[in-house]
C-alpha cells in the first residue's frame, strides 16, 4: 500500500460542469501524477507535480488544470467537462528505490 | 470493475505453463523499464524493473529480458496461476535524459489463465 486515496472514486457529470478529483498521499513524496486511461490508449500523462506550486504538463493536459498547494495534495481539475473526458484517472506518485510510480485505485468518470 | 482491455492483444495460457508476455519500446534513449499488472477494478501494481546496463532480471517467478538491440522487453512469468489473469503494460523512461523520469506506458497486453 503506497497511501495514495483518491477521491471521488466514482463521478457522473454533465457537459459542460466543472470536476475535480483529489489524491491524497500519505508518504511526502515530491512527485506526482494524473493519468487517464482508455481502451486503446493505455495510460496517457495529463500532467505531473515535482513540488509544491510546481506542476507541468503531460502528453494530454488540453481541458485539464492541476493545482498542488501542500505536498500530500494533487488536484486534477476539469473546467467545464466534456464527453470525450470520459475515462479512468489515476493518480501515482514516484517513489522506490529506481523512481518506479506507485497508482492510486483510480477515478471513473462520466461526462453525459 | 471497469474494463480497460476492449481492444487488448490477449494471451491465453493454462495454469501451470509459463508465460511470455512481449513489448516494444520506442526510444533508443530510455534506460528504465518496468512492468505492471493491473487487475480488473484497479491501479496498476508495479511487478519488476530493469535498467539498461542490464540484459535479465529475475524476481520471484517473473523474469524479464531487455534486448536494447532491437528495443525490445519482455515479462516472464513461471507456472502461471489464476491470479496472473490481468493486463500487463510495459513503461520505459529516460531517467537521466530530459523528460523528468516521466513513464511511457505501452498499451497492454491482457493474460488470461485457464485452469
Known amino acids: 500500500d503506497a497511501g495514495i486515496t483518491q477521491s471521488p472514486r466514482h463521478k457522473v457529470t454533465e457537459t459542460g460542469t466543472p470536476v475535480t478529483l483529489r489524491c491524497h498521499q500519505t508518504?511526502?513524496?515530491?512527485?506526482m501524477y494524473w493519468y487517464r486511461q482508455d481502451p486503446g490508449h493505455g495510460l496517457r500523462l495529463i500532467h505531473y507535480?515535482?513540488?509544491?506550486?510546481?506542476?507541468d504538463k503531460g502528453e494530454v493536459s488540453d481541458g485539464y488544470s492541476v493545482s498542488r498547494s501542500k505536498t500530500e495534495d494533487f488536484l486534477l481539475t476539469l473546467e467545464s467537462a466534456t464527453s470525450s473526458q470520459t475515462s479512468v484517472y489515476f493518480c501515482?506518485?514516484?517513489?522506490?528505490?529506481?523512481?518506479?510510480?506507485?497508482f492510486g485505485e483510480g477515478s471513473r468518470l462520466t461526462v453525459l | 470493475g471497469e474494463s480497460v482491455g476492449l481492444h487488448l492483444p490477449t494471451l491465453s495460457v493454462q495454469e501451470g505453463d509459463n508465460s511470455i508476455i512481449n513489448c516494444a519500446y520506442s526510444?533508443?534513449?530510455?534506460?528504465?523499464f518496468i512492468w505492471y499488472k493491473q487487475e480488473s477494478g484497479k491501479g496498476p501494481q508495479f511487478i519488476i524493473d530493469?535498467?539498461?546496463?542490464?540484459d535479465k532480471r529475475q524476481g520471484q517467478r517473473v523474469t524479464v529480458l531487455l534486448n536494447k538491440t532491437v528495443k525490445h522487453l519482455s515479462l516472464q512469468i513461471a507456472a502461471t496461476q489464476p491470479g496472473d489473469s490481468a493486463v500487463y503494460f510495459c513503461?520505459?523512461?529516460?531517467?537521466?535524459?530530459?523528460?523528468?523520469?516521466?513513464?511511457?506506458f505501452g498499451k497492454g497486453t491482457k493474460l488470461s489463465v485457464k485452469p
Open positions: 501515482a506518485i514516484r517513489g522506490g528505490v529506481s523512481g518506479e510510480l506507485f
Open positions: 508518504e511526502n513524496h515530491r512527485y
Open positions: 507535480s515535482y513540488g509544491v506550486k510546481d506542476t
Open positions: 526510444n533508443s534513449a530510455s534506460d528504465y
Open positions: 530493469i535498467r539498461s546496463n542490464m
Open positions: 513503461a520505459e523512461t529516460a531517467l537521466y535524459g530530459g523528460s523528468q523520469g516521466n513513464l511511457i
